[in-house]
């Protein structure tokens, strides 16, 4: 039972390839540069929000801000780069065996 989660998340990409193909690679990579750049585009409107509404706030408060924008847009970056992966991989593989 603990692992159902895991099981119901994972369904979807594996029905996917498996029915789609290097196709439903390529559609899974482009999902994946999605959620990256709506991470990224989120990260970088929360801290504008920040700044607008809090104005100028102390060194240490600020470092924090700029520390959780950091972690965010490398966890958005590390999306797009596995979804750029899958696509060139899609790609590939229904040129090389399409």
Avoid: C, D, K
Wanted: aromatic share 10%.
């Amino acid at each position: 039972m603990p692992l159902l989660p895991i099981f119901l998340l994972g369904m979807f990409p594996m029905l996917l390839i498996g029915l789609l193909g290097f196709f439903g690679l390529i559609i899974f990579g482009v999902l994946l540069v999605s959620v990256g750049l709506t991470l990224g585009l989120e990260a970088h409107s929360e801290f504008n929000e920040e700044i607008i509404v809090h104005g100028y706030v102390r060194g240490s408060e600020r470092a924090t801000q700029v520390s959780h924008l950091h972690a965010a847009t490398r966890s958005a970056v590390g999306l797009e780069v596995v979804g750029l992966a899958l696509i060139v991989a899609g790609v590939a593989g229904w040129l090389w065996f399409g």
